[in-house]
């Protein structure tokens, strides 16, 4: 969960800013003002290398040990949190906004009425509702 307390954010957050600039001056462009500089896709997919690069020095160096299979497996799932929030963030609700602008694909919208009567709306989180719906079902 990247929801840390605010006391601990400003020792993060200029070493952050940091890596962030270190990687993005790799696009010439972007090198001048990079602060207000917008990538695009075909930006981002140049310096995708660069940032798979640091984020892999920096799990591989607080796993130190590959036989350390608890921190593998601890960092691993830190890294699919990650993806998991992103996607949830970003691409779930423009995914959403998306299904209540052209509709829902028939199988989904079965299974997601069986789940919950309620149809969607666009103030309505589809992944919200899911999540919901499972975990009245699972119990940890």
Do not use: W
Request: glycine share 4%; proline share 6%.
């Amino acid at each position: 969960m990247p929801y840390i307390a605010p006391e601990r954010r400003p020792g993060l957050d200029g070493s952050i800013e940091e890596l962030r600039y270190a990687i993005v001056r790799q696009i010439p462009a972007a090198a001048r003002d990079y602060k207000s500089f917008e990538l695009t896709p075909e930006q981002i997919l140049e310096i995708s290398g660069d940032l798979n690069y640091c984020m892999t020095r920096i799990c591989a160096s607080l796993i130190d040990s590959p036989t350390a299979y608890a921190k593998i497996a601890i960092v691993t799932g830190v890294l699919d949190n990650v993806k998991l929030e992103l996607y949830r963030r970003l691409a779930g609700n423009y995914e959403d906004k998306k299904i209540v602008e052209n509709g829902d694909i028939p199988e989904f919208a079965k299974m997601v009425r069986a789940l919950s009567p309620t149809p969607i709306k666009e103030k309505t989180s589809l992944t919200k509702r899911l999540m919901d719906a499972v975990m009245s079902v699972v119990k940890f």
